[in-house]
């Protein structure tokens, strides 16, 4: 079965910096189009990112743009998330996100597998 694990969370200042991993299994990874979300407490989950199935193509929040970079590495089955210039509205649980068909779309509700979550934490 489809299997989507994150890696990479932590605990950061303001300022810096922190790089996310999602690795994939139970599925062909390279036809698949990718997506990082995140869910602070109290709020709805939102799109961070999204990328095409071949990497080609992005697409980010306008919150995120300019700091955050998403990619992959199709032979290694694994997303990225670069995240730099980290601020404290970027605490949250990033989970990333899998849809055979799907590409770029930063609503959750278009993509069928998810990941359980690392959590990030920018302190000010």
């Known amino acids: 079965q489809v299997q989507l694990v994150e890696s990479g969370g932590g605990s950061v200042q303001a300022g810096g910096s922190l790089r996310l991993s999602c690795a994939g299994s139970?599925?062909?990874?390279?036809?698949?189009?990718m997506g990082w979300f995140r869910q602070a407490p109290g709020k709805e989950r939102e799109g961070v990112a999204g990328?095409?199935?071949?990497?080609?193509?992005?697409r980010y929040a306008d919150s995120v743009k300019g700091r955050f970079t998403i990619s992959r590495d199709n032979a290694k089955n694994t997303l990225f998330l670069q995240m730099n210039s980290l601020k404290p509205e970027d605490t949250a649980m990033y989970y990333c996100?899998?849809?055979?068909?799907?590409?770029?779309?930063?609503?959750?509700?278009?993509?069928?597998?998810w990941g359980q979550g690392t959590q990030v934490t920018v302190s000010s």
């Open positions: 139970g599925y062909t990874y390279s036809r698949y189009c």
């Open positions: 996100a899998a849809d055979p068909s799907r590409c770029l779309s930063l609503t959750q509700y278009e993509y069928k597998y």
């Open positions: 990328i095409h199935n071949g990497g080609g193509v992005t």
